[in-house]
Every structure is written in C-alpha cells, then in structure tokens.
C-alpha cells in the first residue's frame, strides 16, 4: 500500500505519515513510497500515530534515486513547519478531485458544505480494480475477494479487471462504502495537496487571460495587435485551430495570454482553456453580435468562475453597432459597468489598434482586484495545453505552470507521459531557463505525446517519474478492459434482429493533440444509426508506413489535419489502394467524412404509381396461360412493369407483368383509354373486375 492511500484512509496528510513512520524505524522518502504490510495494521489502529514499541529500524525497498543538482526551491519546501493534524474523517475525495487548478477556488471547493458522509469506512479504487487490488487496501487475501464474488455468482481471478458493480458487492459484504473513481481522479489524489503554501512564499504573478468568442470574430486579431506579430497568417482557413499561449508586457507588468479556437469542433479546447484562466476576454464584433459559439464561450466562462472582460471588436467598420452587443449580451445577464452592472466592456479595433491600451490596463484593474498570487516553491504543478509530435524535436509540450518552479533537468509526470525537461522555450523560441507560475513554456524530453489537458507535476527524479506513469497506464488498461465488456449470448441474441450497421474505419493523424481531440469528437457526434464512423487509430504526428498498414488490415481510410504522409507511406498507400485525405480546415474534413457516410446510407425508396387497369375478361392462351382481357383507365401499363392485383380492395399479387399485347401484337406499353392483354408472372388466378395497378420504385440518395 502506497503512504498517499493510507494518509487518506486515516485522514492524516502523506507528510505526517512520513514523520510517524520515520519515527517507527521505517524511512520513506515521498507519498509514492510503499508502506510493510506488517506495519499497516498498527497504523490503523493508533489512527496514524507512532506506536511506542518501534520495530528494529529497517529501509522501505525502492530504488536509488538518480544524482542531482540540488535545488534552492527543495530547501524552501524541506524546512517548511509541518501543518497541524486535520480532523480523524478525511475531507471527502470528490471535493478534492474535482477541485480547478486555481490554489483560491481549490480552497473555496474544499470548505463548501458537502452532503453527509456515509456510514462505515470508506473503499476507494479507481475503475477496473482487480481483487489483488482492493486486498492490498483492505489487507485481506486476493483469495478472500475471489470468494465473496463466487458467492455472489460471479467468477474472476486476482487479476480480473472488476465493473463497479462487482466492487460495490465486495465492499458491502466486507461492512465499506464503495466510492468508485476515474482514474484521473486517482491521478489528482496522487498529487502532494498538504503542501499548502507558505504566507511568506506568495508572490504576485501575472494574470492568465483567455480570449474566447466566436469564429472569425476576431479573437487572434486581436492578440496580434497586442503582440504586433501576424500568428493569423499563419492559422489557415483564418481561424485559430490551436490553443496558444503567449506572454506580453504592458505596464512594465506581464500577462499571459491564451487564444483558444472560435469553431464548434473545439469545443473541448475551449473549456480547457477556461478551466486554467483567471480573466475571460469574450471577443464579440461589433458588426455581427452574439453568435452560437460566443453563448458556447460565455457558458464555458461562467462555469469556470472568473471575471468576464467584453472586448466589442470591429468598431471601425461601418455597420458596427457596439449598442446592440451590450443589449444582446444583457438579455444574457452580462450587464455593462456603465449600466450598473458587473461586467466591464471595452469597444476595440484590432485592425486599427483603438482602445487597446483601455483593454490592457482594465486587465490589470481586474488582475489586482483579484489579488493573484503564486507560490514559486515546492513541487511544481500545472497544466498541459497543447502537445504535438515535431519531427526533429520529438514530443513536445505547451504547459502552463501554475505553482512552484521549474527548471531544465527537473523530472515531470503528466498523464501516461513522463520526462525530464531536456531544454524549454518561450513563444518565440527562445531557452528559458527557469519558469514560476503563470508562464507558458514548450518542454523538450516527454516519453511519449502528453494529452492535451492533462495536469502535469513535478517528482523527484527520472526513474520516479516512469515508474509513477507505468502504474498509471497500467491502470488505464484495466480500466479500458471493463468498458470494452465482451458480448453476452443475449446480446448477441438481440442484435440478431437489427439491420446490419455499417461501419467506416477511420484513422486520423494531426499535428497536435487537441486538434486530435477536437477531429474525433465530431466525427463522433455525427449520427450513427445506420452508419457509424469507427475511430481505428487517432494519434498526434505525420502518417506513416504503419498507419498505411493498419488501414489496409482494417479497411480504413486515412485523416489527416495540418500534417503530410512520408513518402513510404505515399507510395505504399498508392500501391494498396488506400486512400489518404489531407485537410488543412477542420471543417473540411468533417464534411467530407459526412458525405462518405450518406454514401453508405441505403437509398431512400419511393414508390409510383404509374397505371391502372380494370380486368374485363380473362382469356387461356397456350404456353402463356391466363391472360387477363383488361382497359386501361388511367395513365400507362409497361411491359415488365412491377404490379398489384387488387380484388375488393384487397392486394392478391404482388409481382410484375410477364407479357402485355395490343391484339395479336407485343407492346412495350399501352395507355390510358385502350384495351390490352395482360399475363401476370407465376399467377393464374385473375378474376373478372379486378384491377391491375402498375407502379415503379424509384432511389434517392440520403444525406446525413
């Protein structure tokens, strides 16, 4: 059992078991260490407290840690009192889990009234926990746990990934209360939240502003004229398709900057970007008013709890009308400072550099109103807003950090990823050396792409940071085991009935993760009754030979956006037939996925009639056998024509014409007002005034 899952089992921080256990003869350098099982029990029950009978001294087994430069920010933190011991019942884990980065809102979130606790001590595990696992933290046998399942009519083995149902039966039987996790929850618990910081260590940092609204409404503009650089040129299609993060100075103070993209397709990137800022600019033009994505925009800023900032843009042009924004936005309940309300606005021109100087400085005012501060100690943490795949560079990440400091060489975890920081850049590509709180920075050296909106922290070396992130995936993969359940003989049962569902295999490669992200989504959101897009593979990087591959092994086609296949895997894809579509606007490429699904729908199959015929007599001919004498009395009756046979109303046959004559002689067709021979295909018996309605089923494409 890890020390960070006892302290929350007994309510006691991961830093005051360290000292107990220091005390006891046991050393543990950090919350990730594993505690002897013999010592457990004792812990249990003196409720966190050193016993008064300590073992013979002994080392807890983990590997040495790699040599490293010490650092000033490890003696802040070292020297640090410890905090006085919170109460015996643990804060309840959701409050904590779902707790914002932001160190004030994490605080508010923690005191806020929670809903009674429930009865009896509490399980926590993550999704697709096995038996061995909830033996470790209930100090029980795996055997034990295999058998309360048998009982209950379930059979596994230790190492059985279990649905949260079956983790709820075994915690019932043994007196717990399940409490059932995401693994990104377990990864947030993992993180060192006793080490509150020092009043002594705050500092002032800069405020982190996003600029949000919707497509085309000028949001990077916007940012270039404060940055007097051109990232729109760069952005094709005129739209941002990446976040970016950017540091300027204005009034010998900084601010960091983040562009999120206006499309609905990134919707996700967007609340990523809302979910770390301290200050939302909504960016609305003048000329063309609240639109779906600003409402989206809005909606993500509220429920991240910031100050809104309105920046009315396009002033200069001749149909602006700034008026009509702030009635538009008011009917929405964002009420101008100038109408007695709580929302400041500010009318700009990014093409013509208006009032961008009013638009900074009420930043600041907003910035010091809130009073931002930052800790530069400790243990780093912060957040991953962009990764990418760069082909001479290798993985790289744009992360904000939000508290402590880090430095070239430090050990990071974010996710699945891990690294030690091999080199960092700025927005222009220049080193850094050293980035506190509130400054973006691409990091060099990651094991593999990040994902976009993962929280990122530091550890004490390299060969911590792996082994942290092997647990973590390996948990990944239990938990994809229960969601990807095998089917049942009644599902399969079920489905039996159902028309068939027809798949398209997609791969989609990008030049970013959140462009991955974002690509995904919406091919998965489009409707997927009779046709369904099926996600084969989606990574960050260029396509290769192995993509190639695998969608020639599964029948798929190829997506990319913002990236370019090699050259094996041009020729190899020519060779195969498989076919690669390379887009540069997101929008595009769900289009043109869009009409690949109407392809494979069924065609849409009307019906129409195109004649009636009244049988007056019925004649046997040779070799043909009943032929039906009949008048046609309205539109036409064709040779091979589909038909009914109606009789009182009633259909009798259901067929097509054999053969149709006009006295003596064959016709192709016969019209409304004349008389003609009709043999209807494998059915003799045509009686005398039944009536004969030919018709024909015509195919229109569907679209989705």
């Not at 594993?34 to 249990?44: F, K």
């Not at 050193?50 to 790699?66: G, M």
């Not at 009420?335 to 009032?355: C, H, I, Q, T």
Request: proline residues 6%.
């Amino acid at each position: 059992m890890r020390v960070h899952e006892l302290a929350k089992e007994l309510g006691v921080t991961s830093k005051e078991l360290l000292e107990t256990l220091e005390q006891m003869g046991v050393s543990g350098k950090s919350a990730s260490s594993s505690v002897p099982e013999d010592i457990v029990p004792r812990l249990r029950a003196s409720g966190g407290k050193a016993t008064t009978a300590p073992p013979k001294s002994r080392e807890v087994l983990e590997p040495p840690p790699q040599p490293r430069r010490a650092k000033p920010k490890r003696v802040a933190a070292a020297v640090k009192p410890a905090a006085p011991a919170p109460a015996a019942v643990p804060a309840p884990v959701v409050a904590e889990a779902a707790a914002p980065a932001r160190p004030q809102a994490r605080k508010r979130a923690v005191e806020k009234p929670e809903p009674p606790a429930p009865s009896g001590p509490v399980l926590q595990v993550v999704h697709g926990a096995t038996p061995q696992v909830i033996a470790e933290k209930l100090d029980r046998s795996p055997a034990e746990i295999v058998k309360i399942l048998f009982m209950a009519g379930e059979m596994a083995t230790a190492t059985t990934s279990l649905t949260d149902d079956a983790i709820r039966v075994i915690a019932d039987e043994l007196g717990y209360t399940a409490t059932i996790v995401g693994i990104e929850d377990e990864l947030k618990l993992e993180e060192h939240e006793d080490e509150a910081p020092q009043e002594g260590a705050l500092v002032s940092r800069a405020p982190v502003v996003t600029i949000m609204g919707h497509v085309d409404h000028g949001k990077t503009k916007l940012l270039d004229a404060i940055r007097s650089t051109d990232v729109v040129a760069g952005e094709f299609g005129g739209i941002t398709q990446h976040i970016g993060a950017y540091q300027v100075h204005a009034r010998d103070r900084e601010i960091t900057f983040i562009d999120t993209p206006g499309h609905e397709a990134f919707t996700a990137m967007r609340a990523r970007g809302a979910g770390v800022t301290d200050i939302v600019v909504l960016v609305v033009a003048a000329d063309d008013g609240v639109m779906p994505q600003t409402v989206e925009a809005l909606d993500h800023a509220k429920a991240a709890g910031v100050p809104i900032i309105v920046a009315v843009n396009k002033i200069d042009k001749d149909e602006a009308d700034p008026n009509r924004v702030r009635t538009q936005m008011v009917e929405r309940g964002v009420v101008p400072s100038e109408w007695g309300g709580d929302y400041e606005f500010v009318d700009v021109s990014a093409k013509s550099n208006l009032n961008l100087d009013a638009l900074l400085d009420t930043i600041l005012v907003v910035a010091d109103l809130e009073e931002l501060k930052g800790d530069p100690t400790g243990r780093a943490r912060g957040t991953v807003l962009e990764a990418h795949l760069d082909k001479g560079r290798g993985p790289v990440a744009t992360v904000l950090v939000q508290k402590g400091t880090i430095e070239v060489g430090d050990a990071l975890i974010a996710g699945t990823a891990y690294c030690r920081i091999r080199a960092m850049q700025d927005e222009n590509g220049r080193e850094v050396d050293v980035a506190g709180p509130s400054k973006p920075v691409q990091i060099l050296g990651w094991s593999h792409v990040p994902s976009a909106g993962d929280d990122f922290r530091e550890v004490d070396d390299e060969r911590e940071a792996r082994h942290l992130a092997e647990e973590r995936e390996a948990k990944t993969r239990q938990a994809e085991l229960v969601t990807a359940k095998r089917k049942t003989l009644e599902d399969l049962m079920r489905e039996t009935g159902r028309a068939e569902v027809i798949d398209l295999n997609v791969i989609v490669k990008a030049d970013v993760q959140g462009s991955v992200q974002a690509l995904e989504d919406s091919l998965l959101k489009l409707p997927q009754e009779e046709v369904r897009v099926n996600i084969v593979r989606a990574g960050a990087g260029g396509i290769t030979e192995n993509d190639v591959t695998l969608a020639m092994a599964s029948d798929a086609i190829i997506v990319g956006f913002n990236v370019r296949p090699s050259a094996g895997a041009r020729e190899l894809a020519e060779d195969e037939g498989v076919d690669i579509r390379t887009y540069r606007v997101i929008y595009d490429a769900i289009d043109d996925i869009k009409a690949a699904l109407s392809g494979l729908l069924k065609p849409e199959q009307r019906e129409r009639i195109l004649g009636e015929a009244e049988v007056r007599q019925t004649f046997r001919v040779p070799k043909l056998g009943v032929v039906a004498g009949s008048y046609v009395r309205s539109g036409v009756i064709r040779r091979n024509a589909s038909v009914r046979l109606v009789r009182d109303g009633v259909i009798v046959y259901d067929g097509r014409i054999g053969s149709l004559r006009r006295f003596k002689d064959d016709a192709a067709e016969v019209r409304e007002g004349f008389e003609c021979g009709i043999g209807l295909e494998n059915y003799q018996d045509v009686k005398e005034g039944d009536i004969i309605e030919a018709y024909e089923v015509e195919e229109f494409a569907r679209s989705i």
